[in-house]
């Protein structure tokens, strides 16, 4: 199987989108919604990038596919106006998956045994397990551990709290993957940077409950992760034989 026909789709795709697509048809596209010529032309651009990295023109239906899915999938998203983080990461993981998808296509390999092989794989369930418990669990564990601490915290500073559990699920998650790869050093690394960027702000801050929230939110944010990565490698090495 070409393997390498994802990676050259995937290079159109960069291309069309972020390199080939003025700002002006963006904004006409959010404007005007499937009234706009520029999105038309956008998937005309997207087809054509995507029929030459193809290299073969028997597969203009791998083109014309991806081509129709940019013009729908960036029409909805400009009549429901979704353009914010979700939004993003949605629409370029669909253009993904329709790319994977003409693929297995192509290799005759889209069908219900391989779906269900796919699906059926412990591995996928362990790693998505651990990662929800990473997103969804952690953050209201540690809510719950730090609360007291949390009432001194002044109101105005409640926005960069919002902002701290995204920057905590990342680390999580960081944290989560270096400790599945064996990778022990980087979450040194991981630490002591967090560290640095943190230090002038506990150092300037004159509120001690600010700065025990926050090491204390650190310190457990990372054990948590580093527990969890630790346990999901041993159920992980006994059910794989290793990791």
Same mark, same amino acid.
């Given at each position: 199987?070409?393997?390498?026909?994802?990676?050259?789709?995937?290079?159109?795709?960069?291309?069309?989108?972020?390199?080939?697509?003025?700002?002006?048809?963006?904004?006409?596209?959010?404007?005007?919604?499937?009234?706009?010529?520029?999105?038309?032309?956008?998937?005309?651009?997207?087809?054509?990038?995507?029929?030459?990295?193809?290299? *073969?023109?028997?597969?203009?239906?791998?083109?014309?596919?991806?081509?129709? +899915?940019?013009?729908?999938?960036?029409?909805?998203?400009?009549?429901?106006?979704?353009?914010?983080?979700?939004?993003?990461?949605?629409?370029?993981?669909?253009?993904?998956?329709?790319?994977? +998808?003409?693929?297995?296509?192509?290799?005759?390999?889209?069908?219900?045994?391989?779906?269900?092989?796919?699906?059926?794989?412990?591995?996928?369930?362990?790693?998505?397990? +651990?990662?929800?418990?990473?997103?969804?669990?952690?953050?209201?564990?540690?809510?719950?551990?730090?609360?007291?601490?949390?009432?001194?915290?002044?109101?105005?500073?409640?926005?960069?709290?919002?902002?701290?559990?995204?920057? +905590?699920?990342?680390?999580?998650?960081?944290?989560?993957?270096?400790?599945?790869?064996?990778?022990?050093?980087?979450?040194?690394?991981?630490?002591?940077?967090?560290?640095?960027?943190?230090?002038?702000?506990?150092?300037?801050?004159?509120?001690? &409950?600010?700065?025990?929230?926050?090491?204390?939110?650190?310190?457990? *944010?990372?054990?948590?992760?580093?527990?969890?990565?630790?346990?999901?490698?041993?159920?992980? &090495?006994?059910?794989?034989? &290793?990791?």
């Amino acid at each position: 199987m070409d393997y390498t026909l994802i990676a050259r789709l995937l290079v159109a795709h960069v291309l069309g989108d972020y390199v080939l697509q003025p700002d002006a048809w963006v904004a006409q596209r959010n404007q005007k919604q499937f009234r706009a010529p520029y999105l038309y032309l956008h998937a005309l651009v997207q087809t054509t990038l995507a029929l030459l990295f193809c290299f *073969s023109f028997q597969d203009w239906w791998i083109a014309l596919t991806i081509g129709l +899915g940019h013009l729908i999938l960036d029409g909805l998203k400009a009549l429901f106006k979704q353009n914010n983080l979700a939004g993003f990461v949605i629409d370029q993981l669909l253009h993904v998956l329709i790319i994977i +998808g003409c693929w297995l296509v192509l290799n005759n390999s889209l069908n219900y045994s391989s779906l269900k092989s796919i699906f059926s794989t412990p591995l996928l369930w362990w790693l998505l397990s +651990g990662i929800l418990l990473i997103a969804f669990l952690h953050p209201k564990l540690i809510a719950l551990a730090i609360k007291s601490w949390r009432l001194d915290i002044p109101k105005e500073r409640e926005p960069l709290y919002r902002a701290g559990r995204w920057i +905590g699920i990342m680390e999580r998650l960081l944290v989560f993957v270096f400790v599945l790869l064996g990778q022990y050093a980087a979450i040194g690394f991981l630490l002591a940077a967090k560290s640095i960027f943190r230090f002038g702000d506990l150092r300037e801050s004159k509120d001690k &409950g600010h700065t025990e929230y926050v090491l204390i939110g650190t310190l457990l *944010s990372f054990s948590l992760a580093i527990f969890t990565g630790i346990l999901f490698r041993l159920i992980l &090495g006994y059910s794989f034989n &290793g990791i």
